[in-house]
């Protein structure tokens, strides 16, 4: 269908004294004695487009097109609109592409995200949907860019898989085979099972990005994890997409440095594409939200060991929920006091307690810690899980016994230590926690187009 897009019409000079042809839904209609004004959006711009509607000497139009919701097709002359310097069309032809009847169900101008979320197929409509997914897709992209300029290869990793990578029991899995009592023993129904054998959705691609990175060097992946946990929290999805590079020949430090770069250099880009949406967010989700953006990017981040962050806990004038004691896994709460209350920037936890981290992580000196990193931000908390990874093949057997964890699937993995092992490390961004950082959208289903979690798929 032959049509120009609204921000275009919208912002062009070129296009004033022109005829042009838009198409869109329409998300406000006036109607007065002489004239009528549609204000029209395709989902390329949050701004509408007014159209203008002589009722004297201007065309038809069938009432079914001035309802909310309605898609229509309008061809007009583009002029220029000095009260808010942008441009409208003054319609010689408007014609009903859909219908949009009174049981639509966004009527109100404002509506609660709670209300939205009932309705996923229906929310992309509204502006702040419209915002999210703009930025979401301008990210993926600053993304892609920031390690392609590097020269990281793109891998994409498989989904299905017979090991669990975090080792903590989160996999979905994957089965042809329904209910059925034909088996005495798990054992039986494996061998029966697609694959022949315990399978489930990854809940990480770093495992095979490894191997990846024992032969390119550097790589990265993007694509989606799935984690079983029942965690009814604003942070936690059942399927959320992941950025996981993994780097030959590098340490703790540079993981740490290359964290820090991409965080920096995809919030650069989203201010300078996103203006429009930015000041959205600012005025209506987060007020300081530019301020605290350009402060990250012109910052350098804090790193803190895991130790030191434990006496801090410890000192605060904050009665917790939960207790804190040097080997416990940090709360939400206590992330946030870290990075809220007492940096009030970006912080690196580094060097965790080996008990509550997963079993690849490179095993300090100490033989009490590993070198881990978390990236907490204000607002969000976590967003970033990385580590180097254990190099040495007997140490990571140990590793591996002392968690109880059988080697059966592991083969894979344990042959990058046997061949050329090198030191190395990488990390992964929860994809949909940065887009609430750079938007200020306090609830991760806000922010991805079909959020799973427990209970819940629409
Ligand atoms: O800290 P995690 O579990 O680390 C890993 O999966 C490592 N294998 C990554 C690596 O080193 N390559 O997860 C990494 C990040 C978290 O910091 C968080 O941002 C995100 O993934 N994440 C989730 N996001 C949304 N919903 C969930 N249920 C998430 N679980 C993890």
Same mark, same amino acid.
């Given at each position: ?34 004239? &009528? ?10 701004? #509408? ?26 061809? @007009? ?29 966004? !009527?109100?101008?404002? !509506? ?13 409509? *509204? ?26 290869? %793109? ?6 898989? +017979? ?14 085979? @329904? ?15 697609? /694959? ?8 990480? +691609? !770093? ?12 790589? %990265?992946?993007?694509?989606?994890? /799935? ?5 009814? *929290? ?7 997409? #992941? ?62 060991? %895991?130790?030191? &962050? ?16 040097? @080997? ?5 709460? #206590? ?33 009490? *810690? ?28 140990? &590793? ?11 083969? /894979? ?6 061949? @050329? ?38």
């Amino acid at each position: 269908m032959k049509h120009t897009d609204i921000k275009e019409i919208l912002y062009t000079d070129s296009f004033v004294g022109k005829k042009a042809t838009v198409c869109g839904w329409v998300r406000t209609a006036r109607d007065s004695k002489n004239v &009528a004004f549609l204000a029209l959006n395709d989902g390329t711009t949050l701004n #509408h487009l007014q159209i203008v509607i002589d009722k004297e000497n201007g065309p038809e139009v069938s009432p079914e097109a001035m309802k909310l919701g309605a898609s229509v097709k309008v061809t @007009g002359e583009v002029v220029k609109n000095d009260r808010n310097n942008t441009n409208e069309i003054n319609a010689e032809e408007v014609i009903l592409l859909g219908s949009c009847p009174q049981d639509y169900p966004l !009527q109100k101008k404002f !509506q609660k995200l709670e209300t939205l979320r009932e309705m996923p197929h229906i929310r992309v409509r *509204t502006n702040t949907f419209n915002a999210v997914f703009r930025v979401r897709s301008v990210i993926a992209a600053a993304i892609h860019r920031f390690f392609q300029e590097k020269g990281f290869v %793109y891998i994409n990793t498989p989904l299905i898989t +017979g090991s669990d990578c975090e080792g903590a029991g989160e996999m979905f899995q994957v089965t042809t085979i @329904g209910y059925s009592d034909k088996y005495d023993n798990a054992e039986d129904y494996y061998a029966d099972d697609f /694959f022949g054998k315990k399978t489930g959705l990854s809940v990480s +691609g !770093q495992l095979e990005g490894e191997v990846a990175a024992m032969g390119l060097g550097k790589i %990265y992946t993007f694509g989606p994890s /799935f984690r079983a946990e029942n965690s009814n *929290t604003q942070r936690h999805v059942a399927e959320f997409w #992941h950025v996981e590079p993994e780097v030959a020949f590098a340490e703790l430090p540079d993981v740490i440095e290359l964290a820090e770069d991409m965080i920096k250099y995809i919030i650069k880009d989203y201010m300078e594409k996103c203006p429009e949406e930015l000041k959205f967010f600012e005025e209506r989700f987060e007020k300081g939200l530019t301020e605290k953006l350009l402060s990250v990017v012109n910052n350098d981040f804090e790193v803190v060991d %895991y130790t030191d &962050a434990i006496e801090l806990l410890k000192k605060a004038p904050v009665k917790f929920e939960f207790p804190v004691e040097w @080997g416990c896994d940090l709360q939400s709460e #206590h992330e946030r006091y870290i990075t809220e209350q007492v940096y009030n920037k970006p912080v690196f936890l580094i060097n965790y307690p080996k008990g509550i981290k997963s079993f690849y992580m490179k095993q300090n000196a100490d033989g009490k *810690t590993v070198a881990a990193t978390d990236l907490l931000v204000p607002g969000v908390g976590e967003i970033i899980g990385g580590s180097e990874r254990e190099a040495d093949l007997d140490k990571l057997l140990a &590793a591996m016994k002392e968690k109880g964890m059988s080697t059966e699937g592991y083969d /894979f993995y344990l042959d990058l230590r046997k061949y @050329g092992s090198v030191p190395h490390g990488g990390f992964g961004l929860g994809f949909e926690r940065i887009i609430m950082y750079c938007t200020g959208m306090a609830n991760i289903r806000d922010v991805i187009l079909y959020p799973r979690t427990v209970g819940n798929i629409k």
